[in-house]
């Protein structure tokens, strides 16, 4: 499979707000029950409004496999080697794939000079925690609220 990722823009917003929206609710569903869930904006674009294009602060980039967007990252680099994964997320018809591993292998080939790697995601999202603690190498340091998830397990990597 050909993976590619490239820095997403302003008009990558509403092929990726599908796809965040079909793989949140898809989570939703599957390990609460409801038909809908995820954090502020993640169904409407405002998410991505708000956290991908932030000049100097964060980078969106876009998951390919041959030229059709099927996911997507956002990291936040803070210049003093302490990062955060703000959201990764991949098209459900694509999970199970290697391909979020991949994506991992991606974020830390390209920022190499990261001393650690922090990221939140909800309590009740057991196959995350699986991949950021099996197949990342993340450890869990700290549960917290967050609006519209519940509780949020924050999970850290130091390098």
């Given at each position: 499979m050909n993976l590619i990722f490239k820095v997403a823009t302003e008009a990558d917003?509403?092929?990726l707000t599908d796809i965040m929206t079909r793989t949140f609710d898809d989570d939703t569903q599957k390990h609460l029950g409801e038909p809908k869930g995820g954090p502020p904006g993640y169904d409407t674009g405002e998410f991505f409004?708000?956290?991908m294009i932030r000049e100097n602060t964060s980078t969106g980039y876009k998951i390919m496999v041959n030229d059709k967007i099927i996911g997507a990252f956002i990291v936040f680099i803070s210049g003093k080697g302490n990062n955060t994964l703000g959201t990764i997320f991949i098209n459900p018809?694509?999970?199970d794939k290697g391909i979020g591993t991949r994506t991992w292998n991606f974020i830390?080939?390209?920022y190499p000079q990261t001393k650690s790697w922090r990221l939140g995601t909800p309590s009740w999202a057991k196959r995350n925690h699986h991949f950021y603690e099996k197949k990342c190498g993340f450890k869990k340091v700290e549960?917290?609220?967050e609006e519209g998830v519940?509780?949020?397990f924050i999970f850290q990597k130091n390098l």
């Open positions: 917003i509403p092929i409004r708000q956290w018809a694509y999970q830390e080939e390209t549960e917290r609220p519940g509780i949020s």
